[in-house]
């Protein structure tokens, strides 16, 4: 058993993490770079969007619309942290906009940032910070109740994968699941 979702969100910090030819070409996953520990060179990128575009993959760049624009990605990635309005003029140029929120606060600015997703996290317990706090399904679904455009981001494992059906959001998005083989990532390619 599967929780089967329209899309699959992978985050990841390195275009080495994941490997495009796994990947099935049902144009359903969304990939968002995070360049924030170290960028890759820009020609790697530009061959990793060309790709991502010929599998049908959607990609992203968080935080960087220059960026974005030289490589003609499918839309920016806002994180929680970016607390920035400049990038709504982008949306009327048919320039998709992903955010990242972990509470009401954060969710309302980024739908003042005209973002058309918002991955809140935490959905459950995470392994790098078992202290830290989490959603939990409730009060995840209660949330989508306001905000339709929400998907779950954060400690998704093959474990508890399956408590996503209960969960009536369009997608998922998995971050360390990425990196650690064969855990979600084998579920899902």
Known sequence: MFAFKKKYFLIIDNIRDINLNELKTYNKFYIIYRNSIMPSKLESL?????KCKLKNIKFYIA??????????????????????????????????????????????????????????????????????????????????????????LGGIKKSNINKLKIIPSDGFAVMSGVKKKPAISSRLF
């Open 63 to 152: 935080n960087d619309f220059l960026l974005c624009n030289l490589l003609k990605t499918d839309g920016v990635y806002l994180s929680a942290s970016n607390k920035s309005l400049k990038f709504l003029n982008k949306k009327k140029n048919n320039f998709d906009i992903i955010g990242s929120a972990h509470n009401f606060k954060e969710i309302n600015l980024k739908i003042k940032q005209g973002c058309s997703e918002i991955l809140l996290s935490k959905l459950f317990r995470v392994d790098y910070d078992p202290s830290a706090k989490y959603l939990g399904l409730i009060k995840f679904n209660n949330y989508l109740k306001i905000y339709k455009k929400l998907i779950p």
């Open 46 to 50: 530009a061959d990793f969007r060309k």
